[in-house]
């Protein structure tokens, strides 16, 4: 019995530990049940800070780090491979950083804004555009992945042989 108060205490915390609500920005309802019903009234403000020599936006309200520095200003494009690779490899301030996951590239999308819809203050270096997450389409083997569109915030599956913009991400998974 006490095994399995543990294991369902367990799960329950895992399960939970991205069920916080972040502020979207959307403010207007548009149907019962959106964002703009919940999130005007409710939900995590958003905190970042930016350190502009390195190109790095820190995200307080997820714990969170954001590349925001590509060489010579041109944010990279790839497949979906090579962008797993391009962010192991990253050596910006340090190292750790990763592709960010479907649910980690949607915290930072600003539904107030479009073209990018994103933050601008902070992000100052985005595409409107797609960019990949790490998340495959239903099972890891599979040929499509999930990417984040920066002109609207919707996100949408892509094959992974597709070019989509890269924006890495390091800390809590």
């Known amino acids: 019995m006490f095994k ?3 294991v369902i205490s367990i799960t329950f ?6 069920s916080y609500v972040l502020k979207t920005g959307q403010t207007v309802e548009y149907k019962t049940g959106d964002n703009g ?19 790095i936006v820190s995200d307080h309200s997820t714990n ?7 060489e010579e200003g041109k944010i990279y494009r790839t497949d979906w491979t090579a962008a797993n690779t391009y ?35 902070f992000f100052q270096v985005t595409a409107s555009g797609t960019y990949w ?13 999930w ?17 989509n913009f890269v924006r890495c991400v390091r800390g809590a998974k």
């Open 64 to 70: 969170l780090q954001w590349q925001d520095y590509y």
């Open 147 to 163: 990417r984040t569109n920066f002109n609207d915030g919707g996100d949408y599956v892509s094959k992974k042989e597709n070019v």
């Open 87 to 121: 962010c192991t490899k990253l050596h910006l301030k340090g190292v750790g950083w990763r592709l960010p996951t479907r649910y980690e590239l949607t915290t930072i999308v600003d539904y107030s804004q479009s073209h990018p819809a994103i933050n601008t203050t």
């Open 133 to 145: 997450s790490s998340t495959s389409y239903m099972k890891p083997e599979s040929a499509n992945a």
């Open 4 to 6: 399995s108060i543990i």
């Open 13 to 18: 915390l895992f399960s939970c530990a991205e």
């Open 37 to 55: 019903t919940y999130h005007a009234l409710t939900g995590v403000e958003r905190s970042y800070s930016r350190d502009n020599i390195n190109g």
